[in-house]
């Protein structure tokens, strides 16, 4: 079945520090992948959408010069928190839909990357 | 806006019991449901998706309801094992939005105990 591939899965930085994230479909191609963000005990919240070429969606209050994403080719997306702080620290998790598998079919999630912001 | 809400927060029981998770979502244009499972500190495994023209999916022990017009889904997990402890989160497409993307449901715990 279709797998997103998430790297790292897991990063301590110091706080001042940019920290990329890369979110890979492994057997389709995804024109549209998305960013969330899951603090502890919380559900997942929706960060931006991420287009193939063009410029990402994001979702209110989402600082976009803060969360730089890039979607460079049909299988990568990345998610780089620029200049992190402490608060920044939380669950990164991506996603994507094999759009071969039509509108209503699942969406696969990657395992999430794990950031500590020291 | 869709607001996803999950009841109960969080549920323990002892191994071989059966058990229901509840959903309820504030707007039944919806596309579809899905229910995934999240193990601690991982991401999420898909477990149902139920189309919005279908009223119930059967996984193994698991079995998806869904009822638009009341705007609920239940999944109910039959004699329960303690591999099945997790955090299970029921998701649907947000108001006004596309279908690819997902609004969550804050999850149930579930503890199974052996």
Redesign the interface.
């Known amino acids: 079945g279709a797998v997103v591939s ?1 790297h790292p899965s897991w990063v301590i930085c110091k706080s001042g520090t940019s920290v990329k994230i890369e979110c890979r479909s492994l057997d389709f191609q995804a024109t ?1 992948m ?1 960013w969330y963000r899951q603090f502890p005990k ?5 960060m931006a ?1 991420s287009n193939e070429g063009s410029k990402a969606t994001y979702e209110q209050g989402v600082e976009k010069d803060k969360f730089l994403i890039n979607h460079a080719s049909l299988t990568l997306s990345t998610l780089t928190v620029t200049s992190a702080h402490p608060e920044d620290s939380s ?1 990164y ?1 991506c ?1 994507a ?1 094999d759009p071969s598998t039509g ?10 990357t ?1 950031l500590t912001v020291t | 806006k869709q607001e996803v809400t999950q009841i109960p927060a969080a549920l323990s029981v002892p191994e071989g019991e059966n058990l229901v998770l509840n959903c309820s979502f504030t707007d039944s244009a919806i596309y579809n449901l899905q229910w995934f499972r999240q193990d601690p500190g991982k991401g999420l495994t898909s477990l149902l998706l139920i189309q919005s023209s279908q009223r119930e999916q059967t996984s193994g022990r698991l079995n998806a309801s869904l009822d638009k017009s009341s705007g609920r889904s239940t999944l109910y997990i039959a004699a329960s094992q303690p591999g099945d402890s997790a955090t299970y989160l029921c998701a649907v497409p947000p108001t006004g939005g596309s279908a690819r993307q997902l609004t969550f449901g804050s999850g149930t715990q579930l503890t199974v105990l052996p």
Do not use: A, E, V, Y
């Not at chain 1, 509108?103 to 999430?112: A, D, E, V, Y």
């Open positions: 998430q549209t998305f919380q559900s997942l919240m929706l959408t669950f998790i996603s839909r509108i209503s079919s699942p969406l696969h999630f990657g395992n999430g794990r």
